[in-house]
T-cell receptor, first 114, second 113 residues
Framework: DTAVSQTPKYLVTQMGNDKSIKCEQN?????MYWYKQDSKKFLKIMFS???????INETVPNRFSPKSPDKAHLNLHINSLELGDSAVYFC?????????????FGPGTRLTVL | GNSVTQMEGPVTLSEEAFLTINCTYT??????LFWYVQYPGEGLQLLLK?????DKGSNKGFEATYRKETTSFHLEKGSVQVSDSAVYFC????????????FGQGTTLQVKP
């Protein structure tokens, strides 16, 4: 059974489109995260939710909107896609959102904006 | 602000060679420190962690010791295998207790037979 799953795995789209990436975890964790990995493999946190409540909201353009319908799901919606949004987006989860818990990562979604 | 600096890669080694990947950090308070590994085409996996000074994390032959005096958490392995080829990320989780991970830039390791 996949612990943290993301769909789609690849997403190719035109500038200006709106797209969503879905994430689900079956680990029973309370906290979920979205990270962005750029072309140089640098990873930066974007958002985290704890039990459907927004905890971390880094300086991300407001074209990016996370939505957590329940604690097992955290989706990422992106409006008006730009070339610079091309990256790999990773979802992760942890038992609690604290300094000690291991984060479990999904396989990533490679977004290409043309 | 908090930050993590890793040695530049790529690192290329022959099988059975000794590996060191340097990692230093800047943080207020007492962060937890982690090494994550990313195999080609996959997400990150936790390799090891240490949550307080002088703790040693170890897993699969890899080790790292939390050195507060030098603000370092260097990753070592005595004998690398081809299957260890991956990107290695050092990270810290600060005392804000939000689970926020701050990553270093990653170090690519390639092990040749």
């Amino acid at each position: 059974d996949t612990a943290v799953s993301q769909t789609p795995k690849y997403l190719v789209t035109q500038m200006g489109n709106d797209k969503s990436i879905k994430c689900e975890q079956n680990l029973g964790h309370d906290t979920m995260y979205w990270y962005k990995q750029d072309s140089k493999k640098f990873l930066k946190i974007m958002f985290s939710y704890n039990n459907k409540e927004l905890i971390i909201n880094e300086t991300v353009p407001n074209r990016f909107s996370p939505k957590s319908p329940d604690k097992a799901h955290l989706n990422l919606h992106i409006n008006s896609l730009e070339l610079g949004d091309s990256a790999v987006y990773f979802c992760a989860s942890s038992r609690q959102g604290d300094a000690y818990n291991e984060q479990f990562f999904g396989p990533g979604t490679r977004l290409t904006v043309l | 602000g908090n930050s993590v600096t890793q040695m530049e890669g790529p690192v290329t080694l022959s099988e059975e060679a000794f590996l060191t990947i340097n990692c230093t950090y800047t943080a207020t308070g007492y962060p937890s420190l982690f090494w994550y590994v990313q195999y080609p085409g996959e997400g990150l996996q936790l390799l090891l962690k240490a949550t307080k000074a002088d703790d040693k994390g170890s897993n699969k032959g890899f080790e790292a010791t939390y050195r507060k005096e030098t603000t370092s958490f260097h990753l070592e392995k005595g004998s690398v295998q081809v299957s260890d080829s991956a990107v290695y990320f050092c990270a810290l989780s600060d005392s804000s207790n939000t689970g926020k991970l701050i990553f270093g830039q990653g170090t690519t390791l390639q092990v040749k037979p």
